[in-house]
């Protein structure tokens, strides 16, 4: 296995496990019955875990094309300095976004959004060009 398609392997298992602190949350503030019931409730949760919602929607969203960009350059068999450094920058990265987002600091969590998105561009160009 390549060191992208590890990292991608990587990024799904962070993925897989972004629910929980949101679920978690929703159990101890709303109790384990009415979360289970899919029962509307009023009672307001804290703001960082809508946040963590949201953060874990934004990976989901942003796993398709990081997936789709390493499987395409693993079937045209490119895998260079810059495909494995993007690949593993885009996993610590995302990893940073979804703290930063749970915190709630917007500014860094941009500049962290911003840096995998560049290294989903890096993989694609190296792709394109290659």
């Known amino acids: 296995m390549t060191a992208e398609l590890e990292a991608l392997v990587w990024v799904a298992v962070l993925t897989l496990f972004m629910w929980l602190p949101y679920v978690f949350a929703r159990i101890i503030n709303l109790g384990l019955i009415t979360v289970l019931r899919y029962q509307a409730d009023d009672k307001p949760l804290p703001s960082w875990v809508e946040r963590a919602k949201n953060a874990h929607n934004n990976s989901i ?65 190296q792709i394109l060009t290659i």
């Not at 810059?82 to 979804?98: D, E, G, K, N, P």
Request: contains cysteine.
């Open 61 to 125: 969203e942003n796993l398709i094309p990081f997936a789709t960009l390493v499987i395409v350059a693993s079937l045209a068999n490119i895998s260079n300095d810059a495909t494995v450094s993007a690949a593993i920058a885009y996993f610590w990265l995302r990893l940073v976004h979804y703290i930063l987002h749970i915190l709630g600091i917007s500014f860094l969590r941009t500049i962290a959004f911003a840096g995998g998105w560049l290294a989903q561009l890096c993989i694609a160009y």
